[in-house]
């Protein structure tokens, strides 16, 4: 069955750094990846998808890298604020397009 | 323009009870799907529905049943509750299934049972 790892640490930084996150999966080869953000209490948002052969997005300070050939997802955030300070899903997208399967997520704090 | 809206927030229910979470969305979307979110489990598929008089199994339907009542609400049922049902259960929606659609999330319902 799929298998979807994320930092498993919660992530803390300084504000004005850049935040990477990981995210790695086994026994599935998606077409799709996307990336959500979720504040406590709160259902996730949708930031980012990133096709296969799209080696690389960005949309303002974010941006998601794929490497299919590691299985894995790198999720950035250039400049980072205490604003970001969230948890950061990962989530792949089943071959018939009917399911998703999300990662545990990354828990990540940016102190002033 | 509200989104995705869930009922109730919180509920507490004993070992046995039964009860109904309600979903709607507002974006005209065709296709909706019930998560619970679990700590170090992340979020997983209970069931879904791809379009109106649809519905099928996600990775853990046992113990649930859902009905897509009309193009807007889709509910889940828990007949018989287990403290092991105790999560937080999301609702999402999208404009239909696919590789490119993203998934629009409720604010959640918060479940203990015990």
């Known amino acids: 069955s799929q298998k979807i790892e994320q930092n498993s640490e919660a992530l803390n930084i300084q504000e004005g750094k850049t935040a990477t996150l990981t995210c790695n999966y086994t026994n599935y080869s998606p077409a799709y990846l996307q990336w959500y953000r979720q504040d406590p209490g709160r259902g996730p948002v949708f930031l980012l998808l990133?096709?296969?052969?799209?080696k690389e997005k960005r949309k303002e300070r974010l941006k998601v890298t794929f490497d299919t050939t590691l299985k894995q997802s790198l999720f950035h955030i250039t400049a980072s604020q205490p604003a970001d300070s969230a948890t950061y899903l990962c989530?792949?997208?089943?071959?018939?397009?009917?399911?998703?399967?999300f990662g545990t997520g990354t828990s990540l704090t940016v102190i002033p | 323009n509200a989104g995705v809206t869930q009922t109730p927030k919180f509920q507490v229910l004993k070992t046995g009870q039964s009860m109904t979470l309600q979903c709607a969305q507002d974006m005209n979307h065709n296709s909706m799907y019930w998560y619970r979110q679990d700590p170090g489990m992340g979020l997983r598929l209970i069931y879904y529905?791809?379009?109106?008089?649809?519905?099928d199994k996600g990775e853990v339907p046992n113990g649930y049943n859902v009905s897509r009542l009309n193009k807007r609400e889709f509910s889940l049922r828990l007949e018989s509750a287990a403290p092991s049902q105790t999560s937080v259960y999301f609702c999402a929606s999208s404009s239909q299934t696919g590789y490119q659609e993203t998934q629009y999330f409720g604010p959640g319902t918060r479940l203990l049972v015990l």
């Open positions: 529905s791809a379009s109106e008089g649809t519905t």
């Open positions: 990133i096709r296969e052969n799209e």
């Open positions: 989530a792949l997208i089943s071959n018939t397009g009917n399911q998703f399967y």
